[in-house]
């Protein structure tokens, strides 16, 4: 059984900080590149950043280079999203999944709010 829970999210003031950390089920995180994605209000689901499965290669999505981090700890099934310098724009819900660039799986999580006031 597939599990994401994505957790960290909140209010943060332009310039903030925040960590977010995806929980996955060994199924899906063992053996696969993992990625995040978010999806502001009446947009369309789009790709953040990806890490491959043994953490060594990451890609972003060319909005948040240099602002956010992506890496994984395979010993506890976790991805993580560090993102620094927040701007509005990142205002979003963030999923994770599987997948390099594209999720892999139909099953999506809760996710988790971001939210970044000017």
């Known amino acids: 059984q597939v599990q994401l829970v994505e957790s960290g999210g909140g209010l943060v003031q332009a310039g903030g900080s925040l960590r977010l950390s995806c929980a996955a089920s060994?199924?899906?995180?063992?053996?696969?590149?993992m990625g995040w994605y978010r999806q502001a209000p009446g947009k369309q689901r789009e790709f953040v950043a990806a890490v491959t499965s043994s953490g060594i290669s990451t890609d972003y999505e060319d909005s948040v280079k240099g602002r956010f981090t992506i890496s994984r700890d395979n010993a506890k099934n976790t991805v993580y999203l560090q993102m620094n310098s927040l701007k509005p724009e990142d205002t979003a819900v963030y999923f994770c999944?599987?997948?390099?660039?594209?999720?892999?799986?139909?099953?999506w999580g809760q996710g988790t709010q971001v939210t970044v006031s000017s």
């Open positions: 060994r199924s899906i995180f063992s053996r696969n590149a």
């Open positions: 999944n599987a997948g390099w660039r594209r999720p892999i799986s139909d099953y």
